[in-house]
């Protein structure tokens, strides 16, 4: 059995990265599990229109965020009609005070947790722990998680660093369930140990994946049921979601739930699609004897106001970009050490905790474009990605005392190549002798370039440049 230690991950993202590298376990887990959402994904979308569905889902993103600040009156004024009481939070800090505060208001000790990353951007459970009122994750990776008291892999799959093995032996060092590689054993244990939590709960608090504009209604989409208990059995709901994810009709709906189903999991449609539009009403046999709505903003404001970076709030947090992402892929969602990994972490983290302290993530990426190809709603993350190098660089520039000196004359270095491939390539002469000078000395190419090599092959130079293959087969053909 593998005693469970847990360790605190580097705080260097460049040591978190070469220790995962370094795990062949993160790469055999993440490789098998990213593979098979990848093949589910290309199925799921195999007798669809699939550009035109994500034209449409663009669009409707597009135009929900377009009327974003109407569009959240409308919400607020609808909710609270119906009962919803709506709490407004300029970050998490104030997010995590609102929520204590319902949670005394109700005399409430035992809160179950439905899924909800802005409730892990805020921290949330650490914030109410330290305050005496317990809060257990309910989703199974996330309680896998919450036991291993680590932080999610992966948006949607938190626990997908682990194999059923690990899970096992954590379930029974954690919870004494017999150890056992049957995954349906494993999840019924789990589910009878939630069971009786669900009952016990003073307080539900889940997440929210579109909330209405003109009916007010709170969608959560789930597979485990979990999402429906959480809302339904504590006598008091707590949703809590960032500002963009209000929609202005349920007609909206139905195209990114199409999209966020299949792109996620690969499901055309997932268990349990919950529609959330008030406390228990008299007559009614469950559900939550209040409901609140905890609206966050923690930065997205500052998003809202650049028109190139506004389109990352379009973002459904289906996590199909890091699904198909080959550096999410082979290092995991921990090495990151952010709230959201992968390709929509790399766009969105810089500006929720700011680029200073992120300003390595947007590198982390070999643009290949695959996020991009596959975002259901057309974020144009490369070019995103991009942007961000720049402004990370030209930051550097500016306060190049802030930073580490290694990485100013890596950088310093890393510019200088760059001048000279540019002006080598102005050149169109000194150019072609300098192909063809490298094709010639390509037997002393170095087995290994420094750190670049580390995981990769070195490339070998061509004996030939293209040029020089086509004018040599235009030569043939002519003779
Ligand atoms: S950026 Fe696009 S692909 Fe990535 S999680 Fe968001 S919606 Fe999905």
Not at 437 to 443: I, K, M, S, V
Request: charged share 25%; with cysteine; aromatic share 6%.
């Amino acid at each position: 059995m593998t005693v469970h230690q847990f360790t605190p991950p580097p705080a260097d993202f460049h040591q978190r990265v070469h220790d995962s590298l370094e795990n062949p376990r993160i790469r055999a887990n993440f490789r098998s599990a990213m593979d098979g959402l990848m093949s589910k994904r290309s199925s799921a979308f195999a007798d669809w229109e699939l550009e035109a569905l994500r034209d449409l889902g663009e669009q409707v993103r597009k135009r929900a965020l377009a009327r974003l600040p109407d569009l959240l009156e409308t919400l607020e004024a609808n909710c609270q009609a119906q009962d919803i009481q709506v709490h407004w939070a300029k970050d998490g800090d104030e997010a995590c005070h609102i929520i204590q505060g319902l949670c005394e208001q109700h005399n409430a000790r035992r809160v179950i947790k439905g899924k909800s990353m802005v409730s892990e951007e805020m921290e949330l459970n650490h914030y109410l722990e330290a305050r005496g009122i317990e809060a257990l994750e309910s989703d199974l990776g996330e309680y896998i998680v919450q036991l291993a008291e680590e932080t999610p892999s992966h948006i949607i799959m938190p626990a997908i660093h682990k194999n059923t093995e690990e899970i096992s032996d954590l379930l029974h060092e954690r919870t004494g369930t017999n150890q056992s590689r049957d995954v349906d054993y494993l999840t019924a244990s789990a589910r009878e140990q939630l069971r009786e939590k669900f009952m016990q709960a003073d307080v539900g608090i889940s997440g929210v994946n579109f909330a209405v504009a003109e009916t007010g209604t709170l969608c959560l989409v789930e597979n485990e049921g979990n999402g429906r208990l959480t809302t339904t059995v504590p006598p008091v709901h707590i949703a809590v979601t960032g500002i963009e994810k209000v929609l202005p009709t349920l007609d909206d709906v139905a195209p990114l739930l199409a999209l966020l189903t299949r792109s996620a999991t690969g499901q055309h449609i997932t268990t349990y699609f919950n529609m959330i539009s008030g406390p228990r009403a008299q007559g009614e046999l469950d559900g939550p004897e209040h409901v609140h709505l905890v609206l966050v903003d923690g930065g997205r404001s500052e998003i809202y106001q650049d028109n190139e970076l506004l389109s990352t709030l379009q973002c459904i947090r289906c996590g199909a970009c890091m699904n198909h992402c080959p550096v999410y892929t082979r290092v995991g969602g921990h090495a990151y050490g952010t709230t959201y990994p992968g390709p929509i972490g790399k766009i969105l983290m810089p500006h929720l905790m700011g680029l200073e302290k992120t300003q390595d993530l947007p590198s982390a990426s070999s643009l290949c474009g695959a996020c991009g190809e596959v975002c259901p709603v057309r974020i144009p993350i490369p070019d995103l990605l991009v942007r961000l190098r720049r402004e990370a660089v030209d930051g550097d520039q500016l306060n190049t005392s802030t930073v580490a000196g290694h990485g100013v004359k890596r950088r310093r270095l890393e510019a200088s190549i760059w001048h000279l491939w540019a002006w080598l390539h102005r050149r169109p002469l000194l150019y072609r002798w300098s192909v063809r000078l490298a094709g010639q000395l390509r037997g002393l190419h170095p087995k290994r370039i420094g750190a670049w090599t580390r995981y990769r092959t070195a490339p070998r130079v061509a004996r030939q440049s293209l040029h020089q293959r086509i004018q040599a087969e235009q030569r043939g053909d002519q003779r």
